[in-house]
C-alpha cells in the first residue's frame, strides 16, 4: 500500500453536450471514464463519482449529495470512502482523455517534493511526459525527473511558497497561460479534508454548488507545467468539437 488514492467525478450536466453522459464518450476506441481510470492504474483506490456504468474490478462508485451538487461536494463524497491510511489524493474530471500515468506521476513528484528555499530559487515544477509522445493513459510510460525552472519564471504562488518555505498541499497543472487546472491535481489527503471541512463551515454546512476555489483559500499550490512531447493532459471534453480534437491526438 503506497497511501495513494484517486477520486474521479464524473457527474457533470454535460449542458454543453446535450445532456449525454460524457465520461462515457470514446476518445480512441475507450471511453473517456476507462482513459482516466487507466492514467491511475496504480492508485491503491480508486472512486468514482457519478453516473460511471460499468467500472473495473476494484473501482467503487457513489453520488455527491445532492445529486448535481457540483465537484466540491462529488470530491467529498468520494473521500468518504477512503481507507484512514490515505495520504494522497488525486481529484480528476472524469473527462480527460488525453490523461496519461506520467502526467499523473509528475503532479506525485511535484507534490513530494522538498518546498523550495529562499536560497535555491527552485520555485516552479515542470512535469516531463514519454519519449514517444504517446496518450494511451492505461500505458505505465517511463518517468523522467522533474526539473524546476529560475524564480523569474515562475508563477506568483510558487514564488510565494519558495519565500515562505511552506509545503504545498496540492500540486495541480497550468496551462500555457497560467491558469491552474483545478480537476488535474494531486492533494496531501489532510489538507483536503481540511479544505473541505473549512468550506462547508463557510457555506452553513452544506458543499452544493461550492466553487473548486473556495478549497484553495490560504493553502500553498505546487503549479506543475507540462514540458512532455505529447498533448497536455489537462485537455477536458466540454463540447463535440473537443471530443474531435483529443480523436486527432491520440491516432
Known amino acids: 500500500m503506497t497511501g495513494y488514492a484517486a477520486i474521479l467525478l464524473a457527474g457533470g450536466a454535460a449542458r454543453r453536450m446535450g445532456g449525454v453522459d460524457k465520461p462515457a464518450r470514446a476518445v480512441g476506441g475507450r471511453s473517456m471514464l476507462h482513459r482516466v481510470l487507466g492514467a491511475v492504474a496504480d492508485a491503491d ?3 468514482v463519482v457519478g453516473s460511471s456504468g460499468p467500472v473495473p474490478e476494484g473501482v467503487r462508485t457513489t453520488r455527491e449529495e445532492p445529486p448535481g451538487g457540483g465537484p466540491v461536494a462529488a470530491t467529498a463524497a468520494g473521500l468518504a470512502l477512503l481507507d484512514p491510511g490515505t495520504t494522497t489524493v488525486a481529484v480528476l474530471a472524469a473527462d480527460l482523455p488525453l490523461l496519461t500515468t506520467a502526467a499523473v506521476a509528475g503532479l506525485r513528484r511535484a507534490l513530494a517534493a522538498p518546498t523550495a528555499g ?17 496518450t494511451d493513459a492505461s500505458a505505465a510510460e517511463p518517468e523522467e525527473e522533474a526539473a524546476t525552472a529560475g524564480p523569474e519564471h ?3 504562488a510558487a514564488r510565494q511558497e519558495a519565500l515562505a518555505g511552506e509545503t504545498a498541499a496540492l500540486a495541480c497543472y497550468v496551462d500555457g497561460d497560467g491558469r491552474r487546472q483545478h ?14 471541512d473549512r468550506l462547508a463551515v463557510t457555506r452553513g454546512g452544506s458543499l452544493d454548488g461550492a466553487p473548486v476555489r473556495g478549497l484553495l483559500a490560504g493553502l500553498v499550490v505546487r503549479e506543475v507545467s507540462w514540458s512532455g512531447s ?4 489537462w485537455f477536458d471534453c466540454d463540447t463535440d468539437e473537443d471530443v ?8
Open 244 to 251: 474531435r480534437r483529443a480523436e486527432e491526438w491520440t491516432r
Open 230 to 233: 505529447g498533448p497536455p493532459p
Open 154 to 156: 515562475a508563477p506568483a
Open 45 to 47: 483506490q480508486r472512486i
Open 118 to 134: 529562499p536560497d535555491d530559487g527552485s520555485t516552479n515544477a515542470s512535469a516531463a511526459g514519454p519519449d514517444d509522445g504517446s
Open 183 to 196: 480537476l488535474c491535481a494531486i492533494w496531501r489527503f489532510a489538507d483536503l479534508r481540511a479544505a473541505l
